[in-house]
T-cell receptor, first 112, second 113 residues
């Protein structure tokens, strides 16, 4: 079983829709939770991060962490065609000496 | 700042050949790492370094060597290329242990025939 599981999609939504992307994990030591966005044939870029549990909002994006359920989510409001990309969740723990564990990535397509 | 740069962008190797993927950063970051990305597998950590002279293995280190003689450079060496090493390779860096602020390079697409 992978430490981090993410539905690979692909996910296709109409412009303006609310998008929900999710990851589950098995390692209870994870404390840092990140979402990366990767456009086709480009390197990943950091979108948002949270430490421990709770919510974080940045414009149209909201990240949620539920450590009791080992479940994290990224919500995109008013989705735009420019949001079409692969979204990767990533996690790490304080005692793992720098190891970042990624989910498989979810491919999102927002249709005009 | 150029950020994280990787060379080459594309490479085709024959089985058994060796080569070095170059990675450099100009942000004075202590932490650097190499990942490979395969369809349906996400990004998997190959090797990482927390500073010059210090390296450690990640999730999939077999068949790869690294060294970190300077803060700026972190080359990845393929010792004897195999078709299973066909992948897209990304280098990343961050300042200290601020893992959530990793910056990725543009990637190297490697094909081994």
């Amino acid at each position: 079983q992978k430490e981090v599981e993410q539905d690979p999609g692909p996910l296709s939504v109409p412009e303006g829709a609310i998008v929900s992307l999710n990851c589950t994990y098995s390692n209870s030591a994870f404390q840092y939770f990140m979402w990366y966005r990767q456009y086709s044939r480009k390197g990943p870029e950091l979108l948002m991060y949270t430490y421990s549990s709770g919510n974080k909002e940045d414009g149209r994006f909201t990240a949620q962490v539920d450590k009791s359920s080992k479940y994290i989510s990224l919500f995109i409001r008013d989705s735009q065609p420019s949001d079409s990309a692969t979204y990767l969740c990533a996690m790490s723990a304080d005692n793992q000496g720098g190891k970042l564990i990624f989910g498989q990535g979810t491919e999102l397509s927002v249709k005009p | 700042n150029a950020g994280v740069t990787q060379t080459p962008k594309f490479q085709v190797l024959k089985t058994g050949q060796s080569m070095t993927l170059q990675c450099a950063q100009d942000m004075n970051h202590e932490y650097m790492s190499w990942y490979r990305q395969d369809p349906g597998m996400g990004l998997r950590l190959i090797h990482y370094s927390v500073g010059a002279g210090i390296t450690d293995q990640g999730e999939v280190p077999n068949g790869y060597n690294v060294s970190r003689s300077t803060t700026e450079d972190f080359p990845l060496r393929l010792l004897s290329a195999a078709p299973s090493q066909t992948s897209v390779y990304f280098c990343a860096s961050s300042y200290g242990t601020a893992l959530y602020e990793q910056y990725f390079g543009p990637g190297t697409r490697l094909t081994v025939t």
